[in-house]
């Protein structure tokens, strides 16, 4: 940090449960979430289990704990808790929904220009080793309505759409999908959803038995601020026989008697255990959850509508400060926005290295067909002062 630099503003109360450096302003959450103390003291734990008796963990307790975490979960996404199993991360849940597909020559994939890159990736790879195309549906960005989304969506379909996956809120755009009525229009032409709701649980309230898509998967590891590798998979109920892990665990040839000696569902069972691996973050979704819903007044539904408020606040803010029209409808947000900046702005390399050693601020710049942009996702321990930080170093960096 430079001697001109003003002080560093404080993070809100919350900052205090959190293990963020101090001498960081950390504006951003959505790329990888942030662990409260609590959440990683009962992580350890589990580790400290492991190392004590790795033979009871990985083949007695790994099970009850597995289910422990499916039914803390199910209640905030609203599913069954059977319908739940647990892998790394949304990339690989999209990885395994897609291994488990019946593509076939000629079939077709439908995505969005707005798709998080990676899953995009899979989703072309697979296309391409099984004989099938990948359509991209184009939403507009800026955006002004969920129409534009919907229409941009439903007028790629054809008979040859087999699957189609969207993001619930999209990575770098940070849009809120209109995504019930996109499923429901779906389901009605009997087309498969793959859901990507990688931002998800935590971050926006998301009822999975009234969406209804085939597949969803999203992070725990965001903004249920349970620890990194956390990530679920809900297939729905009549898709659930012959979906197999990406890895195929000892049980998957005798999968209908080896799961009833756990006595769980051939899907539970296959997932719960497939290869030795850290286990103790999927063990901990349950103690995420009940931090999330002690550390602040309300819980997890008084800190989506905190984050989503604070990041509208923000938002209008910025722009004005920026002097730039917000690029979609604050209808189209959840706790993530992003903002365009004003035509001769510096690149977005040389932007994010100034905001990060001239104002030790670490927030995503990226360079977009329409500009360079900027990407704010505000959790709990975010205050207004550092969003006004931001704007007095965006002026700063812009006119300098
Ligand atoms: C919409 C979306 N999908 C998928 C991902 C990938 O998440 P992960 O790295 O946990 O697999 C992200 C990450 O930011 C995302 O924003």
């Known amino acids: 940090m430079t001697n001109q630099t003003p002080a560093l503003p404080q993070p809100s109360q919350y900052a205090a449960h959190f293990t963020i450096d101090p001498n960081t302003v950390y504006l951003n959450h959505g790329s990888f979430g942030a662990c409260p103390r609590q959440v990683l003291d009962a992580q350890n734990t589990h580790r400290a289990r492991v190392e004590r008796d790795a033979v009871k963990f990985y083949v007695d307790d790994l099970w009850p704990m597995m289910d422990h975490s499916r039914n803390a979960l199910a209640p905030l996404i609203n599913c ?27 079939d077709e994939i439908l995505i969005t220009n707005l798709e998080y890159p990676a899953c995009a990736n899979n989703v072309r ?12 549906a184009e939403i507009p960005w800026p955006i002004e309505s969920e129409e534009q989304a919907f229409d941009a969506i439903l007028s790629q379909v054809n008979e040859r759409t087999k699957l189609v996956m969207f993001s619930l809120i999209t ?14 229009a779906l389901n009605q032409r009997g087309i498969d959803i793959l859901l990507d709701a990688a931002h998800g649980p935590g971050c926006v309230p998301m009822d999975l038995t009234d969406l209804n898509a085939a597949y969803t998967t999203g992070n725990c590891h965001k903004w249920l601020c349970a620890p990194k590798g956390t990530a679920f998979l809900h297939v729905r109920r009549d898709l659930q026989h012959g ?28 997932f719960d255990y ?25 819980g997890i539904h008084a ?28 209808s189209m947000l959840g706790p993530i926005a992003t903002i365009t900046l004003p035509p001769g702005s510096p690149d977005a390399r040389a932007l994010k290295a100034a905001l990060m050693d001239n104002w030790n601020i670490q927030i995503p710049v990226w360079s977009t067909p329409v500009g360079t942009s900027i990407r704010i996702s505000p959790q709990i321990y975010n205050s207004t002062d550092q969003y006004h930080y931001l704007a007095e170093a965006l002026s700063a960096e812009l006119n300098s």
């Open 171 to 184: 990575s770098a755009t940070g849009l809120l999908l209109p995504a019930k009525r996109i499923i429901d």
């Open 274 to 298: 497939a290869g030795t691996d850290e286990a103790t973050g999927r063990m901990t979704i349950a103690d995420a959850i009940q931090a999330l819903n002690t550390i602040y007044p309300g």
């Open 125 to 136: 790879r697979h296309a391409h080793q099984r004989g099938g195309t990948v359509r991209t």
């Open 80 to 106: 069954e808790p059977a319908d739940l199993v647990f892998v790394a991360n949304a990339t690989t849940g999209v990885a395994t929904i897609l291994n488990n597909l019946r593509t076939t020559l000629g």
């Open 243 to 270: 979906f197999h892990p990406l890895v195929l665990s000892n049980d998957a040839e005798q999968i209908e008697t080896a799961s009833q000696r756990t006595n769980r569902s051939p899907f539970n069972h296959e």
């Open 303 to 330: 800190i989506m509508e905190h984050n989503h408020a604070l990041c509208i606040q923000a938002r209008k803010m910025l722009c004005e400060s920026l002097g730039v029209r917000p690029p979609c409808p604050d």
